[in-house]
């Protein structure tokens, strides 16, 4: 039973295959020996009709919508089938290759043995044919492949589809195959898998397929033929030249030799026709004489021996190449152009968008392990780059052994934080035949990744250093000067928005290269204006005698620019990195100093700015202050109250030990709900009061706590003030209410209501059913203000 087989294979979304009813195409046969079948099968192809007596299956809902979608479509650039079609192919070449080098015997003898592909036309079938001697499709395959498990990037496609009506992107997205029906009306496919039958796959995009049992078609040996009957309006697919022409264009990079079945003209000498050349001295008249007699005199010199000949044109067949696979990655870098580096990126990840990526670095690496590699950074992050980063190995570099390919799925080759490249790696250092598992535990493998890094790090920088944006504020003599640079205008900051996370999870990630990474950070900062920056050029603004990096880290820049941290420092012209994305706060657990200079978060305890100007006086003269207060603070865990070195026109701050988090680190931890209590106490900051000894509010503070110590009046406003600090700080306060209840009470008192002033008792109005629309009617505006006070 091909449905219970189906859902015990299929990993997921394994559907019973539903049958249709047996209808299709319904023709009553009582047709019974071989010969009556072929005739069967062979009218079916002409009525394009499918075969009565296959099994039926309907497409997956999606899959079906897909391809109502494509063959409706007014997408004017039908040539991608092809593209698809070859790039199908070269996959299937690509895994029974690998399959042969664990076991020779997979390859089968003779031609079935060659890795190739073959294009056949038939114009009066009106039938375009390629073909593959790859590793074909078992009957579960087909049902399985082509209609009855939609790909994850299905439903993703058909959404893009109805918003672009672009096509192009087909082969991303996992479905390119349905793209035959931009231009084919009914599609076979036979398929011969070295595990099962050949079988023959059908279908005319009408919501069903059907599959049976070849016994009609000359055997394949292994692999797959696709059979497009061509649209009317297709009729150009037909023609040689625009096949030539197309597979050109698209086979440029695939490394499987493609031959079309081209036809040529040539000349053939045949024994000439007694009968033809009379016939030709008859109608050629007078003119012939001439000719007539040098053929005598030939002939007289000829032996009457020799029959007579002639040239004629004849047309034959025969395989042509169309391809040479010279590996692009093989070639020297210098031989190749940049617009050559841009297809190959194209057609290596099926991105036939006009983005051009936005970088590559095409390499040899020498010594022990031995490997050649190309690497791209694409014009866009895919949209999931983040998301499952850490459960997820997907890797984008493609592994070849000495040409062979063997896997795009080689997590091993390039770090998490790198998975945003492109691009692959051949390497002669590696054992071919062994199974992937044991590839995969390769000591090599380490020295490859390590190279990878690297060179991938430095073409990161060199888009930095290659764009003049980056210097600006840079000498002359430093920018490097290339004819191409409008092009390269922005490109940094452009590659910053779309990969600058990684750069930071790279930071966290890799001890080795963090330094490396943090030259490629980028940031705004109370001097960027509103540009990024690097650390490089804060060093080179930093003050005289100024030993830290500052940064501060929050929700905004907005509401940084606002912060109390920044009023001295601002003041004094030193320079504060806002950080405000999350992941910040981790990075700059991790990133401890840079170039020899530490960093220092501006919220945090332990800010020098410039020489320590708190005399010893003004700590004696706030001494009493200082030590009620901590007093009174005991249960909010304030580890200090001191003087602040930090603040300007803002009565106090409450700033956390060094170590522990910060208010905004505080905020996230919070947010995660899945981070336990007991750690969020533990790390959380010990909190500081720092408090601004020239401020009016402390001033008089210090006067009424050296007076009245114990007056509750003073004791509440103190609380009041530390809890707005707190706010103000970028906590968030544990009891919002008690806060608010501060607040109103002050609010009284500046509106002289007194203290124990008590709320009006409400009205004990009974609860009526009257209409809502009579209340409003009767009321009118008049309704409102007794409403609002009633909420009140
Ligand atoms: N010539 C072929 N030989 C063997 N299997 C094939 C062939 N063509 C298609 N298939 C199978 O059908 C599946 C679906 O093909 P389809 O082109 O829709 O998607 P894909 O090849 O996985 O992705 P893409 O569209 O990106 O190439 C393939 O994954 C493959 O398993």
């Given at each position: 039973?091909?449905?219970?087989?189906?859902?015990?294979?299929?990993?997921?979304?394994?559907?019973?295959?539903?049958?249709?009813e047996d209808n299709i195409g319904a023709v009553p046969h009582g047709l019974q020996t071989d010969s009556d079948v072929v005739k069967r099968e062979s009218d079916s192809i002409s009525s394009r009709s499918l075969r009565n007596n296959a099994e039926k299956f309907e497409f997956q809902a999606e899959v079906s919508r897909l391809m109502d979608i494509i063959i409706n479509s007014l997408y004017s650039n039908k040539d991608i089938f092809l593209r698809e079609l070859i790039s199908n192919a070269s996959d299937a070449l690509d895994k029974i290759r690998f399959l042969s080098l664990t076991d020779k015997e997979v390859l089968g003898e003779g031609d079935t043995s060659k890795l190739e592909i073959q294009i056949k036309l038939d114009k009066e079938k009106k039938m375009l044919s390629l073909r593959d001697r790859g590793i074909g499709m078992t009957k579960e395959d087909l049902i399985k492949n082509l209609g009855t498990i939609a790909k994850s990037g299905t439903s993703a496609f058909v959404e893009k589809m109805q918003s672009t009506g672009d096509l192009n992107l087909i082969g991303q997205f996992g479905v390119g195959f349905y793209s035959v029906y931009l231009v084919a009306d009914y599609v076979e496919v036979v398929s011969k898998h070295n595990d099962d039958k050949q079988y023959v796959w059908e279908s005319k995009a009408d919501g069903a397929f059907a599959i049976s049992e070849d016994t009609w078609n000359e055997p394949l040996g292994r692999g797959t033929e696709i059979r497009l009957h061509l649209r009317d309006e297709a009729q150009e697919y037909l023609e040689e030249s625009k096949l030539k022409e197309l597979v050109k264009k698209y086979s440029e990079f695939i490394n499987f030799p493609i031959y079309i079945w081209a036809s040529k003209e040539v000349d053939v000498e045949v024994p000439a026709d007694e009968d033809e050349s009379s016939a030709e001295e008859s109608s050629d008249g007078t003119s012939s004489?001439?000719?007539?007699?040098?053929?005598?005199?030939?002939?007289?010199?000829d032996t009457e021996k020799k029959p007579k000949k002639k040239t004629v044109k004849e047309t034959t067949y025969e395989w042509e190449r169309l391809n040479d696979v010279k590996a692009i990655w093989l070639r020297s870098p210098k031989d190749v152009t940049n617009e050559e580096y841009v297809k190959f990126y194209h057609s290596l990840t099926k991105d036939f968008s006009d983005e051009k990526p936005m970088?590559?670095?095409?390499?040899?690496?020498?010594?022990?392990?031995?490997?050649?590699?190309?690497?791209?950074?694409?014009?866009?992050?895919?949209?999931?780059?983040?998301?499952?980063?850490?459960?997820?190995?997907?890797s984008n570099l493609k592994l070849y052994v000495r040409r062979v390919f063997i896997s795009d799925e080689f997590d091993e080759l390039l770090p998490k934080f790198l998975s945003f490249l492109m691009g692959l790696v051949d390497s002669d250092s590696l054992p071919l035949n062994v199974s992937r598992e044991m590839l995969q535990a390769h000591s090599s493998l380490k020295t490859i990744k390590k190279k990878l890094v690297r060179k991938a790090l430095d073409m990161i920088r060199r888009i930095a250093d290659e764009d003049p944006d980056e210097f600006s504020g840079k000498?002359?003599?430093?920018?490097?000067?290339?004819?191409?640079?409008?092009e390269k205008k922005g490109q940094y900051t452009k590659f910053w928005n779309e990969y600058g996370k990684s750069i930071k999870l790279g930071i966290i990630e890799d001890a080795t290269n963090r330094n490396r990474l943090a030259k490629l950070l980028r940031f705004e900062s109370t001097?960027?204006?509103g540009k990024l920056t690097s650390l490089d050029q804060y060093i080179s603004r930093m003050k005289s005698g100024q030993k830290d990096i500052f940064y501060i880290t929050g929700i905004s820049k907005e509401q940084l620019e606002k912060s109390p941290f920044l009023e001295r420092l601002k003041k004094k012209n030193y320079e504060v990195i806002f950080f405000t994305d999350p992941v910040d706060e981790y990075l700059?657990?991790?990133?401890?100093?840079?170039?020899?200079?530490?960093?220092?978060?501006?919220?945090?305890?332990?800010?020098?700015?410039?020489?320590d100007s708190k005399s010893k006086e003004l700590k004696d003269s706030f001494k009493e202050l200082t030590k009620w207060w901590k007093g009174t603070l005991k249960t909010e865990d304030v580890h200090e109250v001191k003087i602040s070195d930090r603040l300007d026109n803002t009565p106090c701050v409450v700033v956390t030990s060094k170590f522990g988090w910060s208010a905004n680190m505080e905020r996230l931890m919070q947010a995660q709900t899945l981070t336990d209590a007991s750690k969020q106490a533990y790390m959380r900051g010990k909190r500081i009061l720092e408090i601004n000894p020239r401020h009016p509010i402390i001033k008089e503070l210090r006067e009424r706590v050296v007076k009245y110590p114990e007056d509750e009046g003073v004791k509440q406003t103190a609380q009041l003030i530390y809890q707005t600090a707190l706010m103000e700080s970028g906590f968030i306060l544990s009891d919002p209410k008690d806060f608010a209840s501060r607040i109103y009470s002050s609010v009284k008192s500046s509106l002289n209501i007194s203290p124990d002033?008590?709320?009006?008792?409400e009205d004990d109005v009974e609860e009526t059913e009257t209409e809502p629309e009579t209340k409003a009617g009767k009321d009118g505006a008049d309704a409102e203000p007794s409403d609002l006070k009633d909420e009140l």
């Open positions: 039973d091909q449905g219970k087989k189906l859902q015990a294979n299929a990993k997921e979304g394994a559907v019973d295959p539903p049958k249709v004489e001439e000719g007539e007699d040098e053929a005598e005199k030939s002939e007289d010199e970088a590559w670095s095409h390499f040899t690496a020498e010594g022990d392990v031995e490997f050649k590699a190309v690497l791209f950074v694409p014009p866009k992050a895919p949209h999931n780059l983040y998301q499952s980063y850490y459960n997820s190995n997907k000498d002359e003599k430093d920018v490097e000067k290339s004819g191409d640079e409008d001097k960027s204006d700059m657990q991790y990133l401890m100093d840079y170039e020899g200079k530490q960093f220092q978060n501006v919220s945090k305890d332990g800010l020098k700015i410039g020489k002033a008590t709320m009006e008792e």
